[in-house]
């Protein structure tokens, strides 16, 4: 048995809930799951990012003193998690005492690679972040992302030497040892972490004041990505506990649009605490609604509470998972939901349980149970966290167990009574349905529950049907 670390990253709260954050959730809970299922023993950190001047303003807006606001919006979260029925075990808010103090403690010992220093330069409030010149150019002066112009900043900031660790974060990616996922954006990083310059990892308190003070100056507050990034390690007690058993994780998974903080800040520091590098990042692409990025001006956000309400989780999980690539930008839209509702779970995977379990209850048919392995090409496809893929391939079996009735015809060999070819039937049916039901439990865990519960010994048809048509 293996100790297996998965994370997700921290949503900032300045809002609730939106589709494209089910992703890290559920992806996690599908590498969690399957690690289970193997057997190993896993920790699945969750939480919410809670400081910085996004979050600061919008409480103000909205006139809440702030620490209420992150309070309701961290409980949405939570909430949110629950209903997708994603099984983290760790949650950690970077409000948390308990996280500001350690993440003041990793500020020390990381001070050997922090300096102060003047900083004159563009800066973007929507990604909180400083733009190089040539991004600036790039761009025009305005953030392809929040569609602002870039403010001009001159402040004094501590800086964090990117370039003590450039060569080490380099041979870690090219030789795999800290991979990243997909392949096609490993080439982007280290385009990006030749040109990084070191990062400003503090603010002056005037421009900041909702978030970690840096310790031993009054004057500077931490960089919110700092504190953000330092809770995949203090949720584990770092530095007073010992993480051996877990840290270096096994997978980190994060959406593409921050996948620049993770494969380069983040192995800085982890480098600079002496800490081992994750083993694997995972870069999901965006969830689109209608083919265009998800915003509030164009009025095209799709709220997961109305998705859920639909269908339910199990009708949620399945659209997110096989429908939305792993990897790349995918689109929702209300019409591809129905039609894989109904045309996928209801009638492919609903009713081929229905009239299995109908035609063996009829036929009082005994199932005896036989041991289950796991294809190759599953293993495989779970292993370099191809889930979609992973996915697609158990519903292909799903596809093929309806064929199969189809060819055998059982109804046919019932009535002309031939009962041993009968029970083969069945019997090789029933074990390749339960072949895919295996592999869909990390998927669906739910619904593979309710599948394997039919078809024990003395098979019991469903009352109701596991997916009802809507249409
Ligand atoms: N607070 C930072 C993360 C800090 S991690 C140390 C942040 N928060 S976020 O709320 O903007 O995004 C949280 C996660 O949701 C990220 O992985 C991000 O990529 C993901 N997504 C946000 N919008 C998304 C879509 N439309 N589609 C898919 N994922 C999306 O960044």
């Known amino acids: 048995m293996e100790k297996i670390y998965i994370t997700t990253a921290i949503p900032y709260v300045n ?17 969690s799951r399957y690690q289970k299922m193997l057997g190993n023993e896993v920790r699945f950190q969750a939480g919410t990012d809670e400081h910085g001047n996004k979050i600061f303003q919008k409480a103000k807006e909205l006139n ?31 409000t948390d005492e308990a996280h500001e103090k350690r993440v003041q403690e990793i500020w020390e010992k990381l001070k050997d690679h922090i300096y102060l220093s003047k900083y004159e330069g563009w800066y973007c409030s929507g990604c909180e972040r400083f733009i190089t010149e040539k991004e600036y150019e790039e761009n025009h002066g305005v953030c392809p992302d929040h569609q602002k112009p870039y403010e001009r900043l001159e402040e004094e900031n501590y ?8 060569a080490d974060i380099r041979d870690a990616i090219v030789s795999g040892k800290m991979l990243i996922l997909p392949d096609f954006r490993e080439k ?7 040109e990084s310059p070191d990062v400003s990892i503090s603010r002056p308190r005037a421009q900041l004041t909702w ?96 998705v859920l309400e639909k269908h339910g989780t199990e009708a949620f999980r399945y659209f997110f998972l096989r429908h939305i690539d792993t990897f790349s930008d995918s689109d929702f839209t209300w019409e591809k939901y129905e039609n894989a509702y109904n ?39 779970m292993k370099e966290f191809k889930f979609n893929l992973a996915f697609d391939f158990v519903w292909g079996k799903v596809q093929d167990v309806n064929k199969q009735i189809d060819d055998d015809a059982p109804w046919s060999l019932a009535k002309n009574g031939e009962t041993k070819k009968l029970n083969e039937a069945l019997n090789s049916e029933i074990s390749n349905l339960l072949i895919a039901n295996k592999m869909l439990e990390p998927f669906l865990p739910e ?14 048809p469903p009352k109701e049907p596991l997916f009802p048509k809507t249409k």
């Not at 809440?64 to 808010?93: G, M, S, W």
């Not at 800086?159 to 450039?166: G, H, P, R």
């Not at 995977?349 to 048919?365: E, P, S």
């Not at 619904?447 to 019991?460: E, L, M, P, R, Y």
């Open 188 to 194: 982007e990083i280290l385009k990006l972490l030749d």
């Open 15 to 31: 809002g609730a809930p939106h589709v494209g954050h089910a992703m890290d959730y559920l992806l996690a809970d599908v590498c």
């Open 211 to 306: 978030g970690v003070p840096v310790p031993g100056d009054d004057n500077q507050v931490m960089y919110v990505w700092v504190d953000a990034l330092c809770n995949y390690l203090t949720v584990l007690g770092y530095p007073e506990q010992d993480i051996a058993d877990f840290w270096p994780a096994l997978a980190q998974f994060v959406g593409k649009d921050i996948l620049r903080f993770h494969a380069i800040i983040w192995p800085a520091i982890l480098l600079a605490l002496g800490l081992e590098l994750p083993k694997t990042l995972v870069s999901h692409g965006m969830v689109l609604s209608n083919g265009q990025k998800m915003s509030k001006s164009i009025g095209n956000v799709v709220d997961p509470l109305e």
């Open 343 to 381: 045309n996928e779970l209801a009638n492919d995977l609903g009713n081929l349980v229905q009239r299995l379990a109908t035609l063996a209850y009829k036929n009082n048919f005994v199932y005896e149970k036989a041991e289950i392995s796991l294809p190759d090409e599953y293993r495989d496809l």
């Open 159 to 166: 800086y964090l030497k990117i370039s003590d660790f450039k």
């Open 64 to 94: 809440i003193p702030t620490k209420e606001y992150v309070d309701q919006n961290a409980n949405k979260f939570k909430d949110f998690i629950k209903k997708l029925n994603v099984e983290y075990t760790d949650f950690v808010r970077t």
């Open 447 to 460: 619904t593979s529950a309710k599948i394997a519960q039919i078809f024990t010994n003395q098979i019991d």
